[in-house]
Structure formats: structure tokens, C-alpha cells
């Protein structure tokens, strides 16, 4: 098993807690650092973590090792490792995992939801945001505007065949003003967006270029190591009309904690940060426990 953080260095399991603690750090520096930030929190994302190599890389075969691996990282970018994480899940591993949260654990199921999500960037004002709506009954209604946002940390924890990864996502949202600029140039998306036979309609001008899926979700929660944890079975939809699956997850007291550290600024942080390590660890266990339950629906 090898872990990845967000700058590519690599990692074995045993370095967990200190890479959480690097977690926790990176938390508190953009709580308090940022006055742009206006809400903080961390996801998991279920999925695979895939690499290729640079332009002109060069290993001996067969030499992979975690120092090799790590040395390849501080060549010329042209030169390093590279790598993406698709959060799509196999069919199978997502059927198994559902069935397990809801027939093999106390989890219940709290909410069925589905939800329109189009991606808007902005040629003129140089602007990425995000216009979220509830789906129901063929009718959209607005959820929320996000503005842009930044990951200050990403985890990786990787494991072999057939158990998926899974990514944790440090990610700090930034303010969103209303009746500004931004919002009036979305106007006529949020006015005129339709849902047609399963497919949303997005009016834009020249100037815009969208992205959209529809999103259908059955939420559950539980209880693990005395923490609640949220996760999402979820089918999206994208533009093209192919439904995908993805598995996300929360824990509402870690993120509670994480937006009161905004609110907080550099004052009352320590106590803060001690609930974000101890969350952060109970959802990095979590995390493990579902990819060797998925290892164990092979096997069997």
C-alpha cells in the first residue's frame, strides 16, 4: 500500500498520522490566512488514482521503489511522474459497497435527492463558478452560487486490486458576492436552464463555455468510532447522456469545526484543530475499513 499527498511525494501506511497532522497544519494556515476563504471543509471521493509518465522519463524497469519513485517527482515537470484521480466507481464495486452500508451496518438512510449542478467559466470576466439546483419533479431550483476554490491538501490512500482508492480533499471555498458582477453575468443561465427528458438545457452567450450533470443521490449515516460519517451513492448524468457512479462521504463535526476555524480566524484555534485531527483520523479509518470490505466481496 503506498499513500499520496497533493505535491506527489510518497508515503507508506505507517505515515499516516503524521500526514494527517500535515493535514490538520494546512487547515489551520488557511483558516487563519486567508480573509478571502468563506467556508472550509473535507471530502472523500472513492475512485482510482492513476499515473503516466513525462515526456521524456526515463526508469529501469521493474525499479518502482518508494525512493525512485519520489526522486522521478523532483525531476523537470516535463520529466515526472504525472497522475489524475478519476472519482468514477466500477458498477460492481458500488453495488457491493451500498449493499454493505445498507443491509451489513447501522447506517440509515436520511435523504434521496436529486440535483443539477452547471459549471460556468467566464471568458470576459475570467471567472469559474458553479450554479447548483434542487431537481424535482422536471422543476430546477436554486440551491447556490460557488465562487472558485482551492485544495490547500490532497491525501491519496492507494491499495492494491481490487480495492478502490480513496481521496481526501482539504478544499476551502471562497466568498461568492452577491449583486455582484459575477452573479449578474449568471442571470440568464439561472433564469432559463430547463430539464428535458433527464437532460439540462443551458442558454450562454458567446463569452461562456458550461459544463453540467445531473446528480441523483441516496445519503446514509451511521455511526464509526463515535463519530457520525455521511456517504452518498450517487448517479451522474453528464452532457453526453452517460450515467456514471461515485461514493462520497463527510463527517458534519469535522466540517463544523473547520467553518467555525474561518470564523475564528487566528483566535480560539487550538481546541478547533484538535476535533479536526481526531475527525480526520476516524475518517481515514472509515476509509480504510470500506476498501477491505471491497477486497473481501472479491475474495469471497
Request: glycine share 6%; aromatic share 6%; proline share 3%.
Amino acid at each position: 500500500m503506498r499513500h499520496m499527498i497533493s505535491c506527489m511525494q510518497f508515503h507508506l501506511k505507517e505515515e499516516i498520522p503524521s500526514l494527517l497532522s500535515d493535514m490538520t497544519a494546512a487547515a489551520e494556515q488557511t483558516a487563519a490566512g486567508n480573509p478571502k476563504i468563506g467556508d472550509l471543509k473535507v471530502t472523500l471521493n472513492i475512485g482510482s488514482q492513476f499515473f503516466y509518465a513525462g515526456k521524456t522519463m526515463q526508469v529501469p524497469e521493474h525499479q518502482f521503489t518508494l525512493d525512485v519513485m519520489n526522486a522521478i517527482n523532483e525531476t523537470r515537470h516535463d520529466q515526472g511522474l504525472k497522475s489524475v484521480y478519476s472519482n468514477a466507481v466500477d458498477s460492481t464495486q458500488f453495488k457491493d459497497l451500498k449493499h454493505y452500508i445498507t443491509n451489513r451496518t447501522a447506517f440509515k438512510h436520511v435523504a434521496a435527492k436529486e440535483t443539477a449542478s452547471v459549471h460556468v467559466k467566464d471568458l470576459d470576466l475570467n471567472t469559474s463558478l458553479v450554479i447548483a439546483f434542487n431537481a424535482s419533479g422536471g422543476e430546477l431550483h436554486l440551491r447556490k452560487i460557488k465562487s472558485g476554490s482551492i485544495k490547500p491538501f490532497l491525501l491519496t490512500l492507494m491499495h492494491q486490486q481490487p480495492s478502490p482508492d480513496v481521496r481526501l480533499k482539504l478544499i476551502a471555498q471562497h466568498f461568492f458576492a452577491k449583486d455582484g458582477l459575477e452573479e449578474r453575468s449568471l442571470r440568464k443561465i439561472i433564469s432559463e436552464t430547463t430539464l428535458s427528458n433527464g437532460q439540462l438545457l443551458v442558454p450562454c452567450s458567446s463569452s461562456q463555455a458550461v459544463d453540467s450533470h445531473i446528480k441523483t443521490k441516496d445519503v446514509y449515516e451511521g455511526m464509526y468510532k463515535g463519530q457520525i460519517i455521511c456517504v452518498a451513492f450517487n448517479t451522474v448524468r453528464g452532457e453526453a447522456g452517460q450515467d456514471h457512479h461515485e461514493i462520497t462521504g463527510r463527517v458534519p463535526a469535522l466540517n463544523e469545526a473547520l467553518k467555525k476555524a474561518v470564523k475564528a480566524g487566528r483566535a480560539d484555534m487550538c481546541q478547533l484543530m484538535k476535533e479536526v485531527r481526531a475527525s480526520l483520523q476516524v475518517l481515514a479509518g472509515f476509509c480504510e475499513h470500506l476498501a477491505i470490505k471491497v477486497s473481501d466481496f472479491e475474495s469471497s
